[in-house]
């Protein structure tokens, strides 16, 4: 299958191996074979070590629907998910996140369509890395996970819970702006900066909790959150 594949697209191939499409024109056409092929292509190649997801040529595939990396368990891990990687994929909504993932870069899962997420222990999220998931309803900070990245999580109005671990130190600007459906807010851990709008502009919000680990709210990180009618603060605050 390999020696057929080289024969027809050893540019590709190459690529896919080496992450570099700078140069290359790759065409909706052959975005689904290239991703049906890629884990073949490693097998056969023997290749150990770590994949870099930077295929931004999945850009905006609004047909791909589910990606799984069970397959390559013993061949590669995956640590980071590149910039754009798979943004705009409308129908993506089945993709588990592998524990070795260290690294989710700026916008990598905007506009795609999980409805739950958990994320790896220990990875970073980059700006906009999940923002304006129309069908997000939850989420799972996990441990290890220090900062959550400007507008990550931003205009996402089907989220109505989020669940933080005690390793959350900061939590940038517009971070959930305009998520409308969350409903209530505990946050724990310790020298917690939560950012300027972090929280902005949601609808339903009626509870916050923060731990006596938070030492900065910044301004407007509750605005125009109407329904809001109760706020635990610590006493140092």
Known sequence: LVNNINQKKPNLIEKLINNDFENDNITKENEQESLRLLNSILKNRGLRGILYLHLEFIN??????????DDFVNVIQIQHIGILCFSGCTELCDFKLPDSLKVIDDSAFNETAFKSLKLPNNVSIGKRAFASNTFLE??????????????????CPMLSSVEFEEDIEEIQRMAFYQCKSLKSITIKGNNIVIGESAFENMKQLTTVTLNSGLTEIATYAFARCHKLTSVTLPDQI
């Open 60 to 69: 905006s595939c609004q047909d791909l629907s589910k990606i799984t990396f």
């Open 138 to 155: 939850n989420i799972t900070i996990s441990n290890g996970t220090k900062t959550i990245s400007e507008f990550a999580f931003s205009n």
